[in-house]
């Protein structure tokens, strides 16, 4: 209801020029979306993001602590990687006294209006593909102290091209969940209740806990299953209380939920072993990351497929 009835944020005018922190200008080419808080410009190399509230400010605050660009590298070098889906942050600041900004590179399109484009549920192979990179950069983030908390296909963006390139962005509701390497307590109602995008998130963000690692990997499976097979069983629900009624009658039941999700189809094996994993994981629980990504890889090479391989879009 408060969503519902929130004053909408007034658009910028294309053409117009913003100015950020180090005195760069960036013209605004055509308005991509829009939400009652926030403005998405895009144009041939930006993609700028324009808000009122505090929101964008905890993902400039993420963006400059844990994703610097010179991490980013590091991390790939050491891991002996070929892509990571970080988003960069090229500008931030102010501008008319009321909107603070980000700019990014162009990123492509997000997944979101691909999938709507098609209008029809992703392959298994390119759901794979999918997971695997956007696993990749969990595991990063995670590694320095910091979880997404709002894993959904507007926050997926795709850039066609040689390899497949499969960026995580939206880092509004980014939490530090692991403070100077100590981990915060469970508990109930330490933050506001839903959060997110009530679809995909974990049953903690439901509960208003402070979302963990497993709550990432939770939202991931969730997104996996409505990708591949178009629905959930609470899709239709509109009341986020009886969502997460549903999460949790699911989650002691993992083979329930696929055989409802998939239907006459055969579940996936792959599916199975991952959803299986994340949603015993314990709060504190440091997730094997590796064995997620090999159950999830093998699958996909058995479908002919690749992780560094074009998305078959």
Known sequence: KKAKHAPTVEPLQEGEEVTDTMGNKWKLIKLSTQSTTELLYEGETLRFSGAKDGRIFNEQNFLQRAAKP???DKWIKQNKMDFLGIPTCVGFGL???SYRFLIFPNMGRSLHSVIEEQNEPLSEKVVLQLACRILDVLQFIH?????HADVNAENVYIKPGAKSEVYLVGYCHAFRFCPGGKHVEYRDGSRTPHEGSVEFISLDAHKGAAPSRRSDLQSLGYCMLHWHTGKLPWSELTQPQQVATQKRRYMEDVKALLS???GKK????????YLTA???LQYTEQPDYSELKVGLSTALHQLGGAVELPLAL
């Open 260 to 262: 409802l999700c998939f």
């Open 95 to 97: 501008h008319a006294d």
């Open 143 to 147: 590694s320095n102290e910091y979880v």
């Open 278 to 280: 994340v949603m015993s």
């Open 266 to 273: 055969k579940v996936s094996r792959a599916f199975q072993t």
């Open 70 to 72: 010179a991490s980013v």
